[in-house]
């Protein structure tokens, strides 16, 4: 008989641990700040010791036009950035199916399959980040945004503001977050054969958590996509629709709020 106690004190540790590093990074990436800076340090590439070009991952890119190691920095930077504000969302999900799928003497590898399943999540996050750190780099090139991921424009920031407000009240929104808050129905409803099932299993539950919020995501580029704190408040916001009662209703205020903050911002 498996030990369910020590199977989910494992689970949570190993999954608050990968949460807690994601945050480090962005923590360590943030504190690079231009006027921590010198100018020969001012893009991501750097010189190595034998002389070839090196690339810092805990260095954001600044001014001037990206390139592909720019890219290559920030799309690391996203993917991590949606592990820190997705993954603890995920954790009512994940243990919902190791303890279903722990009971069921078919099943001969739980953990396999709750590795399947995380990193079926990982592959939905990276398909969004390199969307994101597509269009940032679009934006940065362009002068949209400037080095910190901000839109430069508060009429282009209000009309985000306002979309993702409205979003809030649709019922895709309403879809997507109920199959995120009721992660029992959402496994019972399917069959589990195999590790392909798992895997597909996956996929759907991610595209349906990444459905909920991936405005809000974007929402990073009104106050910045390295600013700290404003990342800590949107996965606040998401682990409360998520996670708390009356879904709809914080939803809701939330949009009413976006609405009400888009408009201020168009208006001024």
Same mark, same amino acid.
């Given at each position: 008989?498996?030990?369910?106690?020590?199977?989910?004190?494992?689970?949570?540790?190993? $999954? %608050?641990?990968? *949460?807690?590093? !994601?945050?480090?990074? /962005?923590?360590?990436?943030?504190?690079?700040?231009?006027?921590?800076? @010198?100018?020969e340090?001012?893009?991501?590439?750097?010189?190595?010791?034998?002389?070839?070009?090196?690339?810092?991952?805990?260095?954001?890119?600044?001014?001037?036009?990206?390139?592909?190691?720019?890219?290559?920095?920030?799309?690391?930077?996203?993917?991590?950035?949606?592990?820190?504000?997705?993954?603890?969302?995920?954790?009512?999900?994940?243990?919902i199916?190791?303890?279903?799928?722990?009971?069921?003497?078919?099943?001969?590898?739980p953990?396999?399959?709750?590795?399947?399943?995380? $990193? %079926?999540?990982? *592959?939905?996050? !990276?398909?969004?980040? /390199?969307?994101?750190?597509?269009?940032?780099?679009?934006?940065?090139? @362009?002068?949209?945004?400037?080095?910190?991921?901000?839109?430069?424009?508060?009429?282009?920031?209000?009309?985000?503001?306002?979309?993702?407000?409205?979003?809030?009240?649709?019922?895709?929104?309403?879809?997507?977050l109920?199959?995120?808050?009721?992660?029992?129905?959402?496994?019972?409803?399917?069959?589990?054969?195999?590790?392909?099932?798992?895997?597909?299993?996956?996929?759907q539950?991610?595209?349906?958590?990444?459905?909920?919020?991936?405005?809000?995501?974007?929402l990073?580029?009104?106050?910045?996509?390295?600013?700290?704190?404003?990342?800590?408040?949107i996965?606040a916001?998401?682990?409360?629709?998520?996670m708390?009662p009356?879904?709809?209703l914080?939803?809701?205020?939330?949009?009413?709020?976006?609405?009400?903050?888009?408009s201020?911002?168009?208006?001024?």
């Amino acid at each position: 008989m498996r030990d369910f106690k020590v199977e989910y004190l494992i689970t949570l540790f190993a $999954l %608050s641990v990968l *949460v807690a590093l !994601a945050w480090y990074y /962005l923590y360590m990436m943030a504190s690079y700040t231009p006027m921590s800076m @010198n100018m020969e340090n001012k893009n991501p590439m750097t010189m190595s010791m034998d002389g070839t070009n090196t690339i810092n991952f805990l260095m954001m890119p600044m001014t001037g036009e990206w390139g592909i190691n720019d890219f290559i920095v920030m799309f690391v930077m996203w993917l991590i950035m949606m592990i820190a504000m997705m993954l603890p969302s995920t954790f009512i999900f994940l243990n919902i199916f190791r303890m279903m799928r722990s009971n069921m003497k078919s099943v001969s590898s739980p953990i396999i399959e709750m590795l399947i399943i995380t $990193l %079926s999540y990982f *592959v939905v996050w !990276a398909v969004f980040s /390199l969307i994101a750190c597509t269009f940032q780099y679009f934006l940065h090139n @362009n002068g949209v945004v400037d080095m910190m991921g901000t839109f430069q424009n508060k009429f282009i920031a209000g009309i985000l503001l306002i979309g993702a407000g409205l979003f809030q009240f649709s019922s895709l929104k309403n879809a997507c977050l109920e199959k995120c808050r009721n992660p029992l129905s959402f496994i019972m409803g399917r069959k589990i054969k195999g590790y392909t099932d798992v895997t597909y299993l996956g996929l759907q539950h991610g595209i349906f958590c990444l459905g909920c919020c991936w405005l809000l995501m974007l929402l990073l580029f009104v106050n910045g996509v390295m600013n700290l704190l404003w990342v800590v408040a949107i996965t606040a916001i998401v682990l409360i629709e998520k996670m708390l009662p009356f879904e709809q209703l914080s939803s809701r205020f939330l949009g009413f709020l976006l609405v009400g903050w888009g408009s201020y911002l168009i208006i001024i």
